[in-house]
């Protein structure tokens, strides 16, 4: 509650008038060094408005006494790594895949700026370490679709799979029961067959129904035995790696719906060097060949 402003009698220091439960403020001023320190922050927030760039304006801001700007400061340390990175990546430019690899400094080069161009552009679908997920092919093996050499993974890097570009691989899988080609059974059927190539079929006598029907609507593309054709871009089916998974619901799934995957062309929107180095870089993951 307030009260009567009094002198205490043992600290001589007035009070402020104010009490709770009989004990009262004491009105003691603050430290001299506390104002002085208040006082100079004051002073050095107005000089920092003055140097630095500071109040926002309708279009623009103060660009300050000093005219300091961070971006300017970032462009230009980006600007000084492209100049000092200029010499290596003219080599990368001007070399063939395997002269690049050949070449240790240049190799260790391209092997960096891959990883970096790796990270901000294909993590997001192959995961971080390449790893792969339901989808989404593993680079870290050595199955490929299209071909694991330097020179495939480039193209494949250039113009994609299923892409907008006119040089995308392409090839789809037939939805045959959505085009109606196969009835249900049969495609049930065909399903324990395929997955007998891997050893994982439960039913014999389903997988040997479905053989002749794999002969007359798969071979084309996945070879006889399913063993796969790169230069269709048709998966080994005898193997037990899956790119949607080989659980017989799912097996039955493609066969029904098909599956049309797109990798998207990077050609216009990463520079030569970047998609050279990513193509060294992805090669040396350990599925490479």
């Given at each position: 509650?307030?009260?009567?402003?009094?002198?205490?009698?043992?600290?001589?220091?007035?009070t402020t008038g104010h009490e709770w439960d009989g004990i009262e403020e004491l009105d003691n001023p603050m430290p001299r060094w506390w104002l002085w320190v208040l006082y100079a922050t004051i002073l050095w927030s107005i000089a920092y408005w003055v140097v630095m760039p500071a109040w926002p304006l309708m279009t623009s801001y103060t660009k300050g006494v000093l005219g300091y700007s961070q971006r300017g400061e970032v462009l230009s340390?980006?600007?000084?790594?492209?100049?000092?990175?200029?010499?290596?990546e003219a080599k990368i430019l001007s070399s063939s895949l395997e002269e690049i690899t050949k070449d240790p400094a240049l190799n260790h080069f391209a092997l960096a700026a891959g990883k970096a161009a790796f990270?901000?552009?294909?993590?997001?679908?192959?995961?971080?370490?390449?790893?792969?997920a339901k989808g989404y092919p593993n680079l870290n093996d050595d199955h490929w679709l299209w071909g694991g050499s330097l020179e495939e993974i480039l193209f494949t890097i250039n113009y994609?799979?299923?892409s907008t570009h006119d040089e995308t691989r392409f090839n789809d899988m037939t939805a045959f029961l959505a085009d109606e080609i196969l009835e249900k059974q049969d495609i049930s059927d065909v399903a324990e067959y395929v997955l007998s190539l891997s050893g994982t079929s439960t039913d014999s006598e389903a997988a040997n129904r479905g053989e002749p029907i794999f002969v007359?609507?798969?071979?084309a593309c996945h070879a006889e035995g399913g063993v796969g054709n790169r230069e269709m871009g048709a998966p080994n089916l005898s193997d037990k790696l899956w790119l949607f998974g080989g659980d017989r619901k799912t097996v039955i799934q493609s066969i029904s719906y098909g599956r049309k995957g797109v990798m998207p062309t990077w050609e216009a929107r990463l520079d030569p060097v970047?998609?050279?180095s990513l193509s060294i870089y992805v090669h040396s993951l350990g599925g490479g060949e």
């Amino acid at each position: 509650m307030a009260g009567n402003r009094r002198t205490d009698e043992i600290s001589g220091v007035d009070t402020t008038g104010h009490e709770w439960d009989g004990i009262e403020e004491l009105d003691n001023p603050m430290p001299r060094w506390w104002l002085w320190v208040l006082y100079a922050t004051i002073l050095w927030s107005i000089a920092y408005w003055v140097v630095m760039p500071a109040w926002p304006l309708m279009t623009s801001y103060t660009k300050g006494v000093l005219g300091y700007s961070q971006r300017g400061e970032v462009l230009s340390d980006i600007a000084e790594v492209k100049a000092s990175r200029a010499g290596q990546e003219a080599k990368i430019l001007s070399s063939s895949l395997e002269e690049i690899t050949k070449d240790p400094a240049l190799n260790h080069f391209a092997l960096a700026a891959g990883k970096a161009a790796f990270g901000d552009n294909c993590s997001g679908c192959h995961g971080s370490g390449a790893q792969g997920a339901k989808g989404y092919p593993n680079l870290n093996d050595d199955h490929w679709l299209w071909g694991g050499s330097l020179e495939e993974i480039l193209f494949t890097i250039n113009y994609g799979i299923r892409s907008t570009h006119d040089e995308t691989r392409f090839n789809d899988m037939t939805a045959f029961l959505a085009d109606e080609i196969l009835e249900k059974q049969d495609i049930s059927d065909v399903a324990e067959y395929v997955l007998s190539l891997s050893g994982t079929s439960t039913d014999s006598e389903a997988a040997n129904r479905g053989e002749p029907i794999f002969v007359d609507n798969c071979v084309a593309c996945h070879a006889e035995g399913g063993v796969g054709n790169r230069e269709m871009g048709a998966p080994n089916l005898s193997d037990k790696l899956w790119l949607f998974g080989g659980d017989r619901k799912t097996v039955i799934q493609s066969i029904s719906y098909g599956r049309k995957g797109v990798m998207p062309t990077w050609e216009a929107r990463l520079d030569p060097v970047t998609v050279k180095s990513l193509s060294i870089y992805v090669h040396s993951l350990g599925g490479g060949e």
